[in-house]
């Protein structure tokens, strides 16, 4: 008889007291104030907890705008080629090129093998009238030479 009756309230024991252990274990979670469930998933993306780290670790002093304008412009290269990432430092000269707003000497140009080379004229511009053609190299600057010197596509345009 007393195996009978512990096979019915041994159960009911075990389930009561499994009860009370999941009640007390959820209050004292939230009486510690912890937010980090033990299945949650983070909620943080990588890149936001990498970046906070190495402001609030790092041995040296870091600016900030310089890593995350280094890691947009790391993401964007992995896309396809026409999505690139513009600093908010080059929005304005971006924005003038698309809206036709042209500034010197009237010329669309690359720089092949440290060599400024003329793609279009803009016609009836300073270049057109001082008589470059489409495929002129770009050797000096008031006498002073830029062939050969690896400069950049900005100093080109200063």
């Given at each position: ?20 252990g ?47 304008e ?51 004229v803009?016609p ?5 009238k ?29």
């Amino acid at each position: 008889m007393t195996n009978k009756k512990l096979q019915v309230w041994l159960p009911l024991i075990f389930s009561i007291v499994m009860i009370a252990g999941m009640f007390f274990g959820f209050n004292l979670h939230k009486q510690t104030g912890t937010t980090k469930s033990f299945f949650a998933l983070n909620k943080r993306n990588s890149l936001e907890e990498a970046l906070e780290l190495i402001k609030s670790r790092y041995v040296d002093s870091v600016h900030m705008d310089t890593l995350e304008e280094g890691a947009i412009q790391q993401m964007m290269s992995g896309l396809d080629p026409h999505s690139v990432y513009i600093p908010a430092s080059s929005l304005k000269d971006v924005n003038d090129d698309i809206a036709g707003n042209f500034e010197g000497i009237g010329v669309e140009f690359n720089i092949f093998s440290d060599t400024v080379n003329v793609l279009y004229v803009v016609p009836d511009g300073p270049s057109d009238k001082a008589g470059l053609h489409v495929a002129d190299r770009i050797l000096k600057v008031n006498d002073k030479p830029i062939a050969g010197q690896r400069i950049s596509s900005d100093e080109v345009k200063n």
